[in-house]
């Protein structure tokens, strides 16, 4: 039984001590490659490798990865710093700052967003899918970072291209870290890593990096906004109180009636004597009842006939109390586009319609 117990115990030990070995091996790699290692400090910092006097190797910068990855996952107060340290490195490496595979001491105040914003000339006969494959970015993030419509461009213009894919933003007035990553689908800790926002604030006109950022769908320069149409009725309608003048296609509601209790008359009025009509005739608001209009335009001395007009009144006695409106078109068929308030007790509603050419000449038109 003791010899069983002994083996168990030595199983034991022998499966976690690869686990044990592999942590222990982890810490000691963040600790050692987390030390400024002419500073003694907690964190790893860039100023080591520009301080030295010998170049950095591309092992250095791989040590840093590995331990900017390792404080991440292990949440390390100093994670943030290396992070940093690392984006700015790698940024100082990729500009072409490099000798022999090594890496030179480079300025610091020299890395700033432009290692992530690239001024590119359009070149003699280059298309935008030239330059979208060459970067490994997309012809619509080049548009939506240039405010362009279309893929065209021109040899000798100017564009910003983001180093990797995502848009390059242009702030504005009251933008912050959050609202930016909130709207164009990032992050802080990405838009402020790799804009290197923690040594500068965001500045009005200044132009960002966005990794992997879109921009919403009413922001694209392409973007033309639904046009809002008002409700229009094809089907025609014949309503019996209007006998044969009722007759209208296309109805289509075109605003509301202030005039005149919402009435037909009182729109007819005011369309004529005060819509800028000043070269006609007024008609008289005296008149009473639509139905009335036609004998009262004649007694008026007002000319009245079956033929329409543009800015005509059109009346009807039909119905009870008559109807009027006003001529705005004639068609080429012979049909006449009319407006008018009320109709078919719409109250307080102007519309426009169309009368066919065969129910024209069931109207009076006093000119």
């Given at each position: 039984?003791?010899?069983?117990?002994?083996?168990?115990?030595?199983?034991?030990?022998?499966?976690?001590?690869?686990?044990?070995?592999?942590?222990?091996?982890?810490?000691a790699l963040v600790f050692v490659g987390s030390l400024d290692k002419k500073n003694a400090s907690a964190n790893v910092s860039l100023d080591s490798f520009v301080d030295s006097e010998d170049n950095v190797s591309r092992d250095q910068i791989a040590e840093l990865y590995i331990v900017a990855d390792l404080s991440d996952t292990l949440?390390?107060?100093?994670?943030?710093?290396?992070?940093?340290n690392y984006v700015i490195a790698t940024a100082m490496y990729d500009s072409g700052q490099t000798s022999a595979g090594k890496l030179e001491k480079p300025s610091l105040t020299d890395v700033d967003t432009r290692e992530w914003v690239i001024e590119y000339t359009v070149q003699e006969g280059e298309s935008m899918d030239d330059i979208a494959s060459r970067y490994g970015i997309t012809t619509d993030q080049i548009r939506w970072s240039n405010g362009l419509k279309t893929t065209a461009v021109e040899a000798g213009k100017v564009l910003y291209l983001p180093k990797e894919p995502g848009i390059i933003y242009v702030v504005k007035s009251g933008d912050t870290v959050e609202s930016i990553a909130e709207k164009y689908g990032s992050n802080v800790d990405e838009i402020t890593i790799f804009n290197?926002?923690?040594?500068k604030p965001l500045a009005e006109g200044q132009h960002i990096y966005i990794k992997d950022g879109s921009l919403p769908e009413k922001e694209r320069p392409e973007y033309v906004a639904p046009v809002i149409r008002r409700p229009t009725y094809t089907t025609t309608y014949s309503y019996t109180y209007l006998g044969d003048t009722s007759e209208r296609l296309g109805i289509e509601v075109i605003g509301y009636n202030y005039y005149?209790?919402?009435?037909?008359?009182?729109?007819?009025?005011?369309?004529?004597?005060?819509?800028?009509?000043?070269?006609?005739?007024?008609?008289?608001?005296?008149?009473?009842?639509?139905?009335?209009?036609?004998?009262?335009?004649?007694?008026?001395?007002?000319?009245?006939?079956?033929?329409?007009?543009?800015?005509?009144v059109f009346q009807t006695p039909?119905?009870?109390?008559?109807?009027?409106?006003?001529?705005?078109?004639?068609?080429?068929?012979?049909?006449?586009?009319?407006?008018?308030?009320?109709y078919n007790y719409r109250v307080g509603r102007i519309t426009r319609a169309t009368i066919p050419a065969s129910a024209v000449g069931n109207f009076n038109y006093i000119h």
């Amino acid at each position: 039984m003791t010899k069983n117990k002994n083996n168990f115990h030595l199983n034991t030990i022998k499966g976690v001590l690869p686990y044990a070995i592999t942590a222990i091996l982890t810490l000691a790699l963040v600790f050692v490659g987390s030390l400024d290692k002419k500073n003694a400090s907690a964190n790893v910092s860039l100023d080591s490798f520009v301080d030295s006097e010998d170049n950095v190797s591309r092992d250095q910068i791989a040590e840093l990865y590995i331990v900017a990855d390792l404080s991440d996952t292990l949440g390390l107060a100093s994670a943030s710093d290396v992070a940093s340290n690392y984006v700015i490195a790698t940024a100082m490496y990729d500009s072409g700052q490099t000798s022999a595979g090594k890496l030179e001491k480079p300025s610091l105040t020299d890395v700033d967003t432009r290692e992530w914003v690239i001024e590119y000339t359009v070149q003699e006969g280059e298309s935008m899918d030239d330059i979208a494959s060459r970067y490994g970015i997309t012809t619509d993030q080049i548009r939506w970072s240039n405010g362009l419509k279309t893929t065209a461009v021109e040899a000798g213009k100017v564009l910003y291209l983001p180093k990797e894919p995502g848009i390059i933003y242009v702030v504005k007035s009251g933008d912050t870290v959050e609202s930016i990553a909130e709207k164009y689908g990032s992050n802080v800790d990405e838009i402020t890593i790799f804009n290197d926002l923690d040594t500068k604030p965001l500045a009005e006109g200044q132009h960002i990096y966005i990794k992997d950022g879109s921009l919403p769908e009413k922001e694209r320069p392409e973007y033309v906004a639904p046009v809002i149409r008002r409700p229009t009725y094809t089907t025609t309608y014949s309503y019996t109180y209007l006998g044969d003048t009722s007759e209208r296609l296309g109805i289509e509601v075109i605003g509301y009636n202030y005039y005149g209790g919402g009435q037909c008359v009182g729109y007819a009025t005011w369309y004529r004597n005060v819509s800028g009509l000043s070269n006609l005739r007024p008609v008289s608001a005296t008149w009473g009842n639509a139905r009335n209009w036609a004998a009262a335009a004649r007694a008026a001395g007002f000319v009245v006939n079956n033929t329409p007009e543009v800015n005509a009144v059109f009346q009807t006695p039909a119905g009870v109390y008559g109807h009027v409106g006003v001529v705005v078109g004639i068609n080429a068929d012979g049909s006449i586009v009319v407006q008018e308030a009320n109709y078919n007790y719409r109250v307080g509603r102007i519309t426009r319609a169309t009368i066919p050419a065969s129910a024209v000449g069931n109207f009076n038109y006093i000119h």
